[in-house]
């Protein structure tokens, strides 16, 4: 990401003067143009495809159905001969899925499978329940009126010849996987996988499983930043390098920086990144390309970086730094990092999904910024406010089903219409 500082600026007075907060849309419009352009096509089996995100149009050979079938077991007919209940028809053959029959002569009748194709002739099919075998299946009794068309699957009526059934820039789910694999295709062209090194920094911190709780010495904490971002990345098809906690030196950070720039496209970090804060990340960016510092105008969530790290070829890798409080991490990275790594991987959408849903809550209390609140859906079909919204309670994601997108300077009354963003969406 390249982009012009916005460190504060020495005022006349003395101190630096803290540049405005920035609103969200527009830090995420910058964001997003720094995704350009989108990485490199692979071909990958239909088999490994779900998730990723599909490179080019997809378009049908062939028509699905490929001719007229059968849509439940039965007797193909002609529906004139069977105007009016209690028609019986010689049964003149028998037609099972994956077989072909001959044209149906009029006055007789096919027994015919679910899926079979419909035989020249036959204009109907009559479910067996409506339908009496007789002189041991050589006829059949019609038992309704029927109508032609009637239990048809017509040629082409799922896909057209020539159609396109999925578009580029879509990320596929099962679904459209099962469509493509029902015409045929057995690789497809998707995105490469954006490579995302983890880093992080904090000599404070203490990776799960290398100390015990009661031998936690004061000030240490245990890094659950790393556990849930890599999770995060993960599920959004990146295949995540962890580089672990970079010790708090400012030649070992510049060198992990510069070891993972080399051979990641993106490089994220939690922590050290509020303006005006001491750390070694900051100047190590620097060092190596360019450094942006933002202090966005949402709750929780505020301080924010980007930037890029150059390579020993003039190419460079995006920087990513996010707030080191756990929830501050983890909202960041849905409103900003999640969107940036879906457009890298080529996805046009990448709008958050909302919902209007009604408050059984309360918020008497205005912010000057943009609030995200921890709620859950409940039984009676509205929302319930988590009631520590703390940006270091993780308790609250995990709590949460959603978020409410609350704009700056407003309250919430029980019962008025809020904008949800349901996590389900969000984490798939």
């Known amino acids: 990401m390249t982009s012009a500082p916005t460190d504060a600026t020495a005022t006349p007075s003395g101190p630096p003067a803290r540049p405005p907060l920035m609103p969200l849309d527009e830090a995420l419009a910058r964001v997003l143009a720094q995704a350009t352009p989108a990485l490199e096509p692979e071909w990958v089996s239909t088999f490994e495809a779900d998730g990723r995100v599909l490179a080019r149009d997809v378009a049908s050979g062939l028509a699905v159905p490929p001719l007229d079938n059968s849509a439940m077991d039965g007797y193909a007919v002609h529906a004139a001969d069977c105007a009016a209940p209690g028609a019986e028809l010689g049964v003149a053959q028998r037609i099972a899925a994956g077989s072909v029959g001959t044209p149906l002569a009029p006055g007789s009748a096919a027994r015919i499978f679910t899926g079979a194709p419909v035989p020249p002739g036959a204009d109907a099919v009559v479910m067996q329940e409506e339908t009496q075998a007789l002189a041991e299946g050589a006829c059949v009794r019609i038992q309704v009126a029927v109508k032609a068309g009637q239990c048809i699957r017509k040629a082409g009526e799922d896909v057209a010849r020539g159609a396109v059934i999925l578009r580029r820039g879509e990320r596929l789910t099962p679904a459209g996987i099962g469509l493509a694999a029902g015409v045929g295709l057995d690789r497809l062209a998707v995105a490469r996988r954006p490579r995302v090194a983890l880093l992080q920094t904090g000599d404070e911190l203490v ?37 672990g906690v970079v010790p708090d030196d400012r030649a070992a950070t510049t060198e992990a920086l510069r070891a993972a720039a080399a051979d990641c496209d993106v490089l994220l970090t939690s922590g050290g990144v509020s303006v005006g804060e001491e750390d070694h990340v900051k100047p190590a960016v620097r060092e190596l390309g360019a450094l942006d510092l ?16 150059r390579r020993a070829d003039g190419s460079a890798a995006h920087f990513i730094g996010l707030p080191g409080n756990p929830v501050s991490s983890f909202i960041t990275f849905l409103l900003l990092v999640r969107p940036f790594l879906l457009r890298l991987q080529g996805v046009v959408d990448v709008a958050l999904p909302t919902l209007s849903m009604r408050a059984d809550f ?19 079909g509205g929302l319930d406010l988590f009631p520590n919204q703390g940006s270091g309670v993780l308790t609250s994601m995990h709590w949460a089903d959603g978020l409410v997108d609350h704009p700056a300077g407003s309250t919430i009354a029980t019962g008025d219409l809020v904008r949800f963003i349901p996590l389900s969406e969000l984490l798939a």
């Open 362 to 380: 309360q918020l008497g209390r205005p912010d000057k910024r943009r609030e995200f609140l921890r709620v859950r859906r409940n039984a009676e």
């Open 207 to 243: 990776t799960p499983g290398t100390v015990a709780p009661q031998d936690m010495q004061p000030g240490m904490i245990y890094n659950s930043n790393r556990f849930f971002l890599r999770a995060l990345l993960q599920r959004l098809g990146c295949a995540v390098v962890d580089q």
């Open 294 to 309: 933002w202090s966005i105008a949402i709750k929780p969530g505020k301080p924010f970086a980007c930037g890029h790290v």
